[in-house]
């Protein structure tokens, strides 16, 4: 982790005080959201995504695509080092659990060799919830 973004550590209620209800339910106890229910699944906007907890970037737009599962999609974090992967054991089968790097909050999952036509056949299934697009400055 660089100086530029140091780790964040909060205690459960410092996080339950600065997110609201489902964010925290989704990003510090490891929800799902509702599938087709979060506001970048279909958004287009260029820009970077970044985590609702702290701020740090973890996915670019041009990263994004339609994957057709009812969650935002990308084939790749902004950054190797921007997200951290867990072995997830939940709901009888085995998956590999995204978080946060920097302040580790659940983002959702990635899976790896489904077939999609990208550059690493991952698809890292992120809750909207999870995350804040901050958009391209299209003013020149």
Not at 5 to 32: C, H, K, M, Y
Not at 59 to 69: A, I, L, M, N, V
Not at 75 to 86: E, I, K, N, R
Not at 87 to 100: A, F, K, P
């Amino acid at each position: 982790m660089s100086e530029k973004n140091p780790p964040v550590n909060r205690s459960e209620e410092e996080w339950r005080a600065i997110l609201d209800p489902e964010a925290f339910a989704v990003l510090r106890q490891g929800a799902t959201e509702r599938p087709w229910s979060g506001e970048y699944v279909s958004t287009t906007t260029r820009g970077v995504y970044r985590c609702r907890a702290c701020g740090a970037v973890l996915f670019r737009s041009e990263h994004k695509f339609d994957s057709h599962c009812g969650w935002p999609s990308f084939y790749d974090p902004a950054d190797s080092s921007a997200v951290t992967l867990h072995e997830d054991h939940s709901l009888g089968m085995v998956r590999t659990e995204v978080r946060c790097a920097r302040c580790d909050s659940h983002l959702g999952h990635v899976f790896h060799g489904e077939g999609y036509p990208t550059p690493t056949d991952d698809r890292y299934c992120i809750n909207s919830v999870a995350l804040t697009l901050e958009a391209e400055d299209t003013v020149e």
